[in-house]
């Protein structure tokens, strides 16, 4: 996590050699664009995956494959024990104390979207309230949105200052006695803005409100320790982790997993079902209906690995120098504002060019082989705030360099020379 | 192959993109409609005045990419005096010459010609024909909005 004293403006080329090495491990860096080589700086939207990966998936498939609890076979006991060390590996990465408040779920989106159908349907009543922040990736704002319409609660949107931070003092205003839970980004996809979750978390806590946090985009970039985080919900994605699509993680304080009733109906969550009646698993289970992504926690598990031999503190320090280094690199081209000046931000340079539509920056930079994002980030409450229909964004990670910061800046370059 | 990022942005394109021609709203426009490119949030309205079958008045206004105000720009342009029945069949081979089959309709369309680029560029196709799709939704359903997705 890049601090602040990273962001000053005398920053130089980056001195330490980075992480370059880690590049072989991604065979896709190898590749070229439009004949130019392949500048990955879309991290943010998902990352690319190391060989690691992609072998322990594939040796599952060769090796392993079965479906889970449920055979008398070999192949089945294989399959399942490596799926429940997958879970184990989970808790271990995110500190949890017990393996069984980690639940596997296609991605953060549907981590969030299985509280809010559980836990909020038991919560959340009339004239309560769910607190938001006005920074949220539209995955933490929708499913609020359509638990509260159901119960007829309100959401409501903690502020954001102009500097991309997140208004801390309206925040604890808005806890309310109403406030049923509060959903907030740990890191701000379109921005990249750290919140200050630990301190957000007390002050929720302080009031008796229980926090969940969206940690698609800090996982990937920084060590999380749910238990000295103290949230109530944690959640992830497994492909911006360097890991597969289709997998992620749903971390719940046992005593609400207990509690909350199932997501899904199917096999796999049950204990035993009659016509009459049906008993329910045990958590994690509980909520993992029909066959699970086998595979993509196999997956999941070897992106984990790879990133902890790698080191996530070194991740963390590469990738606040490269921040650190594009932000003076492309904030000195004429006409170019940076959008989000928060103190402490992550990996995401977001910016705007005068008389350039992010689109075409998107369109020539794709074409010097630099992939980025543009647009609303689907963050578009965001960028309402901010006044802006779209940004361009280059997001980094652990594979970038220095030199690819370059590229970026000339691709920027070129675009106002298409344009001037 | 490696196309020229130039034969995307020509001169034309980033002088229209610079200098929007017909950008204005039209107060009294006996045919409006809104046009939204949902995936890059660009957003444009399309205002037409339609005397005996013929576009007597066209304007627009909006924020998109320079591919969409160009586009937008140079439609209304191309459109200026034109029947109905011939904004209709000239939607058809624009539409047909950016996204079509082949190498699109025979026959120059003239200064449209420039947009003919975006074929090379297929995540920017509906850049280009936003507001072809939002003229032609305000001459047959105004009112409504005309969406690329």
Redesign the interface.
Known sequence: MNRGSALRADTATPTVPGLSHARGDFPILARKV??KPLVYLDNAATTQKPRAVTAAIRRYYETSNANVHRGVHALSDRATQAYEEARGRVARFLNAREDREIVFVRGATEGINLVAQTYGRVHLLEGDEVLVTGMEHHSNIVPWQMACDRAGARLKVAPVLASGELDLAAYGRMLSPRTRLAAVTHVSNALGTVNPVREMIGMAHAQGVPVLVDGAQAAPHTPVDVQALGCDFYVFSGHKLYGPTGIGVLYGKEEHLEAMPPYQGGGDMILRVTFEKTTYNAIPWKFEAGTPNIAGAIGLRAAIDYLDAVGLPAISAHEGELLAYATEEVGRIPGVRIVGTAREKAGILSFVLE??????IG??LD?EGVAIR???HCA?PL?DLLGL??TARASFGLYNTPAEVDLLAAGIR?ARE??R | M??D??S??QEII?DH??RPRNFREIPDADRIANGDNP?????LIVYVNVRGGVIRDIGFTG?????S?ASASLMTEALLGKTEKEAEVLFGRFHDRVAGPGSGAQGSLGKLEALAGVRE?P??VK?ATLAWHTARTALNAPGQTASTE
């Open positions: 439009h004949g008389g350039v539509h992010p689109h075409d369109t020539i074409h543009a647009g609303h578009m960028m229909p779209s070129k298409v344009f | 490696t196309v990022i130039r995307l942005y980033v993109n610079r995936l890059c949030g660009d957003r924020n998109g990419c320079a591919i105000t560029f995540a920017r850049c």
